[in-house]
């Protein structure tokens, strides 16, 4: 079987940057998928479906393609926290995160439909975050402006003075797509990252 196109179902320059990294050429498309939360759906089953409706979207119009959704919630006390899109949200998100821990639940799915191929994971991360006081989340803010990330903070930058900990088997996870499972699916799916 020839070797299949890598498709990214995201529009996140995010999970652009750490598809990158592998070294495979790849294309981005957007999945065109509504990311509203059902009714009782949980952070983490939130992430899953998403995951694989924005791969299943792409897959419909590429099925001889590989294709990766990725989906990232963050839950603090078993509610989502988004991305705050303003700094008035953003503040009130790391003043309810301060001294607290949140789990990111960040999933992924692979499909290749030609292939009847499809791979999901779930990869959380607990990240405790310090006793955070309001000149802090200011200077944060004003220095980042993470207004497109959820729970209002970039690990990968000056967000990881915000932190106490960050608890994951895959780092890569926390940033938007989890690299070590991605890698392994994509082997399963008959594209790997050190032989192509």
Known sequence: MPTPRLILASTSRYRRDLLSRLRMPFTVEAPGVDESRRPGEAPAQLAQRLALEKARAVADRHPDALVIGSDQVADLDGEPIGKPGTRERAVAQLRSMSGRSVTFHTAVAVLRLDAGYQAQALVPVVVRVRRLDEAEIARYLDAEQPY??????????????????????????????????TSAMLRAGGLDPLRS
Request: glycine fraction near 8%; charge should be negative; aromatic fraction near 0%.
């Open 148 to 181: 497109d990330c959820a729970g209002s903070a970039k690990s990968e930058t000056l967000g990881i003075a915000l932190l106490d900990a960050i608890e994951s088997d895959d780092p890569t996870a926390l940033v938007g797509l989890p690299l070590i499972r």
